[in-house]
């Protein structure tokens, strides 16, 4: 899987980037059809509690799937993302057989 991570307005941490490779690899164990994951990280409304948001926009064979997440840290909300992408995996592998 080929992982491309954006930081908009800020510059990403080489620890966040290593945490969100990590958080990312777990998606494979899910399915192992992922081709590339892209992830944004964006701080909205500065000087705000809940203001880091991150979204996670994965491919698969005949679709892709999204999920964004606004959190108080950005590693909160990728652990989100990538809890609420395990679950939309799982349900997109039972449609693909056809359940």
Known sequence: MEVKIKSIHFEASEKLHE???????????????????EVSLKVVKPE???NKQAGIRITLPGGELFVEKVCDTFEEAV????DSLQRQITKYKEKQRGH
Do not use: R, W
């Not at 958080?23 to 992922?34: G, W």
């Not at 652990?79 to 990538?82: S, Y």
């Open 19 to 37: 945490f969100i490779d990590k958080k990312l690899a777990k998606l494979t164990k899910s399915s192992d059809q992922i081709g590339t994951a």
């Open 48 to 50: 705000t509690a809940n």
């Open 79 to 82: 652990d989100l993302c990538v």
